[in-house]
């Protein structure tokens, strides 16, 4: 099947009890049980649920691989393969890291022993110089949140094949309608569902996609062992949402583009980024491995002004001003004092990360109305 038929097809059958068509909702804890051990492979509903088996089986085959386990959120979903390694062992990452995971690794996971280093993975040969005796996971996500760079994932899962690594790629920006880095040589794969999955704005989860036996039975004990699942009106959600997802992103993906280059040539932008132009550093690489450049820009201003960039914020009628991405309704956004309000000044700057810096997350609406907005919002 080709991801167009798996969005709606897999893992989704008629319910053997009834033939509803669509999954139900099993709104229960336990299930019944003939003898003492004795059930139908469902015996309580942290363990499994058929609503969330089937999410699960439609998400491994979205990322073409043979396992996929769901959590509560994409945070939730981080935390479960983390408890992969053991104290003493080392993460290697990115320096522009979703700011949440950055957090959860600096003050969550560093308290039990396992430390992360945080380096320009654009550079191939400081990722291979970086792996030291310790590095157990290199964990990475492209395109990278708010500067839209690029890394390339082929040539990464080989430095860490090489020396023995696993690689887990957060794949929330790209979804696996643009991306799927288990066929570029991935271990693992990240979504924080809660964006293009989901698509809705309605539903917070988080899942792991992979292929080795070995490490899904660790992770199946782990989801298990600490509970963070999801429930299952969620995973039914979820399943409504990713029945679309090749029509919605492609649709975010032809409106990013055109709205792209409005915004390249506007005379109040100083700089787009958007991965999809020819001279963006990380375009070959993202033609390669993405199907198209996605639905994510990021701008700023001449003269650099924060206050300019909160009045274009306040004047977007369609595009609302909220956190978050992937949905079906355009976001705009203020990194230096939303999404990135903790990093220094200093680092935020040496990243590009400016104070009139503005992302967009290009929903699914009809293209003109959203550049009419933008064309009033940048008015003076
Ligand atoms: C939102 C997001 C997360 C966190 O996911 P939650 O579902 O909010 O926990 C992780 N990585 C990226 C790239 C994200 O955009």
């Known amino acids: 099947m080709r991801i167009g038929t798996k969005v709606i097809h897999a893992g989704v059958h008629p319910d053997p009890t009834t033939g509803s068509v669509m999954t ?12 003492p051990g004795v059930h139908k492979g469902y015996a309580y509903a942290r363990s499994s649920n058929p609503t969330r088996t089937a999410l699960e089986t439609n998400l491994a085959a979205l990322e073409n691989g043979k396992h996929a386990f769901c959590f509560a959120s994409g945070m939730a979903a981080m935390d ?100 799927n880095p288990i066929d570029l040589g991935a271990d693992l794969v990240m979504h924080s569902c809660t964006k293009y999955l989901g698509g809705h704005s309605d539903v917070v989860m988080g899942a792991v996609i992979l292929n080795d036996n070995g ?78 450049f996605g639905g994510m820009i990021s701008f700023d201003l001449n003269g650099d002004k924060q206050e300019d960039a909160v009045a274009v914020m306040q004047k977007t009628t369609l595009f609302t001003l909220a956190e978050s991405l992937g949905g079906v309704e355009s976001l705009i956004g203020h990194p230096a ?25 290009i929903g699914v609406e009809d293209v003109r109305d959203l550049i009419d907005d933008l064309v009033k919002a940048l008015s003076d």
């Open 24 to 35: 139900p909702i099993y709104q229960t804890s336990t299930y019944a049980q003939d003898a």
């Open 215 to 292: 490490l899904a039975e660790q992770l199946a004990f782990i989801q298990n062992a600490v509970g963070a699942i999801p429930g299952p009106q969620d995973c039914f959600l979820m399943l409504r949402g990713i029945k679309t997802l090749h029509l919605r992103v492609q649709r975010s993906c032809e409106n990013a583009r055109i709205i792209a280059e409005f915004l390249k040539v506007h005379e109040k932008v100083n700089h787009v980024y958007y991965p999809g132009f020819e001279d963006h550093p990380g375009y070959e690489i993202a033609k390669r491995q993405m199907h198209d």
């Open 337 to 361: 004092t939303m999404t990135h309000a903790s990093l220094p000044k200093k680092d935020r700057l040496s990243l590009g990360l400016t104070d009139s810096l503005i992302r967009l997350s």
């Open 80 to 179: 479960a393969v983390v408890r992969l390694l053991n104290p003493g062992a080392e993460i290697l990452s990115t320096n522009d890291l979703y700011g949440g995971s950055y957090r959860q690794i600096k003050k969550v996971h560093e308290r039990f022993g396992v430390t992360g280093r945080f380096i320009d993975m654009t550079d191939l040969a400081l990722v291979e110089q970086s792996i030291n005796q310790n590095t157990r996971l290199i964990w990475l996500e492209t395109p990278t949140n708010p500067m839209l760079g690029i890394l390339d994932l082929e040539a990464i899962c080989a430095i860490a094949k090489k020396h023995d690594v696993l690689v887990c790629v957060d794949n929330t920006f790209a979804s696996p309608y643009l991306q």
